[in-house]
C-alpha cells in the first residue's frame, strides 16, 4: 500500500481526485507533477504558466524574477482554475500551497530536497544570490510544509524526499497508488 490516506478532506464525491504538488522552488514540483499527470492521465496544471498567460499579476519583480500576485489577481486566478478542477482529474504544481481552498485537493504532496541539492539545482538555474539565499532559507526553515499543514487536513499532507530519480519514481508511482485507492474507495 501508499501509506497515504485515501479519504478526501473535502468529502468530495468526485470519481477522480485531485492533487496539488508543492514544494520550495527547485524541489521538483513540476517534474513530479507532469509524470504524475501523465501516469494517472490527468490534466498537469502549472500554477506559474497560467499566471503569466493570464496576466494574473500585478507586476515582474526582477529582483527575484517572479510574478507578484495582489488579492484581485489571485481572485481572477481561483475563478479560472475552479473550472478546472471541479469534476477531479487535475495535479496542480504551485509553491504556495495556502492560495487554495482545501476542498479542491484529496492529495497533497510536499516535496523536500537536502538542502546540499537543493543549492546545486537553485545555482544550476542561474538564481541570483539573494533568490538562491531566500528560498534556501525557505527550506531549511521548512516553510512549505508548515503552511502546508495549516492549510489541510493533516490526513491528505504528505512530505517526501525529492533528491534524485529514484525519489522521483517512487513518488509517482505512490501517487499511482493513492489514486487506485481512491478509486477504489469512491466506488
Not at 527547485?26 to 499566471?51: H, I, M, P, W, Y
Not at 469534476?87 to 476542498?103: A, K, N, W
Not at 499511482?176 to 485507492?181: G, I, L, N, P
Amino acid at each position: 500500500m501508499s501509506g497515504f490516506e485515501t479519504e478526501s478532506s473535502s468529502g468530495a464525491s468526485r470519481k477522480k481526485a485531485n492533487i496539488l504538488v508543492t514544494g520550495t522552488p527547485g524541489t521538483g514540483k513540476t517534474t513530479t507533477a507532469e509524470q504524475v499527470a501523465e501516469k494517472l492521465g490527468f490534466r498537469n496544471v502549472n500554477v506559474g504558466q497560467l499566471v503569466k498567460d493570464n496576466n494574473c499579476y500585478e507586476e515582474h519583480d526582477d529582483t527575484f524574477d517572479t510574478y507578484l500576485i495582489n488579492d484581485g489577481d489571485e481572485d481572477k486566478l481561483l475563478d479560472l482554475m475552479e473550472p478546472m478542477l471541479k469534476e477531479g482529474g487535475c495535479v496542480v504544481d504551485f509553491h504556495s500551497p495556502e492560495l487554495f481552498p482545501e476542498r479542491w485537493f484529496d492529495l497533497v504532496l510536499v516535496l523536500r530536497t537536502d538542502t546540499e541539492i537543493l543549492y546545486d539545482r537553485l545555482t544550476q538555474r542561474g538564481y541570483s544570490d539573494k533568490k538562491r539565499n531566500e528560498n534556501m532559507e525557505c527550506e531549511i526553515m521548512q516553510v512549505i510544509i508548515e503552511e502546508t499543514r495549516e492549510a489541510y487536513d493533516e490526513n491528505i499532507v504528505h512530505e517526501l524526499p525529492s533528491n534524485n530519480i529514484e525519489d522521483l519514481e517512487s513518488n509517482v508511482n505512490r501517487a499511482h497508488q493513492w489514486h487506485e485507492a481512491f478509486k477504489a474507495n469512491s466506488a
